[in-house]
């Protein structure tokens, strides 16, 4: 919750933060601990996903995907990425062979040893653009 310190810092104060759709993953809990309330027009949660089934708007494997997401969504990625290995690969291409370095960071979590040589690289690359020195990109992102 960065965008709470920053504005902070340039003297604001938030007080309420409005999302569409609350993925009811913690994120009330951590705004509230910085006496924040957190509006929303949905939460995505078990009721949300019987209706839209019952609506036809998701099929019963998606509301079972989404569900197992919520449920827990780092061990759902790291399934998703091991069953289409070639997602990550399509991704960096579509974007032009970039990536943000909130993505490159979550796969360097998700713990995938054989790609982390390239994201490494990619986010050193991104590091670079912004104005970071390769040794200090490097060793940023060794820690994580």
Same mark, same amino acid.
């Given at each position: 919750?960065?965008?709470?310190?920053?504005?902070?810092?340039?003297?604001?104060?938030?007080?309420?933060?409005?999302?569409?759709?609350?993925?009811?993953? !913690? =994120? %009330?809990?951590? /705004?509230?601990s910085?006496?924040?309330? &957190?509006?929303?027009?949905?939460t995505?949660?078990?009721?949300?996903?019987?209706?839209?089934?019952?609506?036809?708007?998701?099929?019963?494997?998606?509301?079972?995907?989404?569900?197992?997401?919520?449920?827990?969504?780092?061990?759902?990625?790291?399934?998703?990425?091991?069953?289409?290995?070639?997602?990550?690969?399509?991704?960096?291409?579509?974007? !032009? =062979? %970039?990536?943000? /370095?909130?993505?490159?960071?979550?796969? &360097?979590?998700?713990?995938?040893?054989?790609?982390?040589?390239?994201?490494?690289?990619?986010?050193?690359?991104?590091?670079?653009?912004?104005?970071?020195?390769?040794?200090?990109?490097?060793?940023?992102?060794?820690?994580?």
């Open positions: 919750m960065e965008w709470v310190e920053a504005i902070s810092e340039a003297g604001g104060t938030v007080e309420r933060y409005l999302v569409v759709v609350d993925r009811d993953q !913690g =994120g %009330r809990a951590a /705004l509230k910085k006496g924040i309330e &957190l509006g929303s027009l949905l995505l949660d078990e009721r949300l996903l019987e209706l839209a089934a019952e609506q036809g708007s998701i099929s019963g494997e998606a509301k079972s995907s989404i569900a197992e997401y919520l449920d827990d969504p780092e061990e759902w990625s790291r399934d998703f990425l091991r069953r289409n290995p070639s997602f990550i690969t399509e991704r960096v291409q579509s974007s !032009g =062979g %970039r990536i943000s /370095l909130s993505e490159g960071i979550d796969i &360097l979590r998700l713990g995938y040893p054989e790609l982390v040589p390239e994201f490494r690289r990619l986010l050193i690359g991104r590091f670079a653009e912004i104005g970071v020195d390769p040794g200090s990109a490097t060793k940023a992102i060794e820690g994580l």
